[in-house]
T-cell receptor, first 109, second 116 residues
Framework: GQNIDQPTEMTATEGAIVQINCTYQTSGFNGLFWYQQHAGEAPTFLSYNVLDGLEEKGRFSSFLSRSKGYSYLLLKELQMKDSASYLCAAAGGGNKLTFGTGTQLKVEL | EAGVTQFPSHSVIEKGQTVTLRCDPISGHDNLYWYRRVMGKEIKFLLHFVKESKQDESGMPNNRFLAERTGGTYSTLKVQPAELEDSGVYFC??????????????FGPGTRLTVL
């Protein structure tokens, strides 16, 4: 079966760094995606990892350990606009995505 | 380039009625996915089209749901008859032909369905 776990909520301060963790159990693993979703909007792609290691893209980085079934999304220099839900999703056969419930990040002054 | 569009954005219907949701993927994207988010739960996969063919419909809840993609362009998802538990946000996503490193799925804004 498929199972994705991530924290429900996190709060961080503007300008700080925050790490959102995700653990997964899935068959036919085809990579790990992170999406950002603002309320009432479409999920938007942030990152993709299929090999172990760190992928960096501007203020956002994502890490994957396939042996541990673990990923994290790292957000640096937090801005108020980063307040959103962050969705961890594992890709299986056909690239269908299995999502976690999302981590609601609140950035405060 | 236009993104994935969905229509309607909101739909409120009564139990027992029929509703049809529409998704227009990004032009040229062979893969089209339907997902659903029931309140308080995670986004769940419903089905996957490659062009006009159903590749995987393992996530369809029951036979009250019918998805089509005639001509391999836009897709419709019909719920007939609708039940209270069908309420939620229905997302459509599309991606290019499989192959290459990965295929990012581009999501539409969703259709919020409320069944009363």
């Amino acid at each position: 079966g498929q199972n994705i776990d991530q924290p429900t909520e996190m709060t961080a301060t503007e300008g700080a760094i925050v790490q959102i963790n995700c653990t997964y159990q899935t068959s036919g693993f085809n990579g790990l995606f992170w999406y950002q979703q603002h309320a009432g909007e479409a999920p938007t792609f942030l990152s993709y990892n299929v090999l172990d290691g760190l992928e960096e893209k501007g203020r956002f980085s994502s890490f994957l350990s396939r042996s541990k079934g673990y990923s994290y999304l790292l957000l640096k220099e937090l801005q108020m606009k980063d307040s959103a839900s962050y969705l961890c999703a594992a890709a299986g056969g056909g690239n269908k995505l299995t999502f976690g419930t999302g981590t609601q990040l609140k950035v405060e002054l | 380039e236009a993104g994935v569009t969905q229509f309607p954005s909101h739909s409120v219907i009564e139990k027992g009625q029929t509703v049809t949701l529409r998704c227009d993927p990004i032009s040229g994207h062979d893969n089209l996915y339907w997902y659903r988010r029931v309140m308080g739960k995670e986004i769940k996969f419903l089905l996957h089209f490659v062009k006009e063919s159903k590749q995987d419909e393992s996530g369809m809840p029951n036979n009250r749901f019918l998805a089509e993609r005639t001509g391999g362009t836009y897709s419709t998802l019909k719920v007939q008859p609708a039940e209270l538990e069908d309420s939620g946000v229905y997302f459509c996503a599309s991606s290019q032909r499989q192959g290459g490193t990965y295929n990012e799925q581009f999501f539409g804004p969703g259709t919020r369905l409320t069944v009363l």
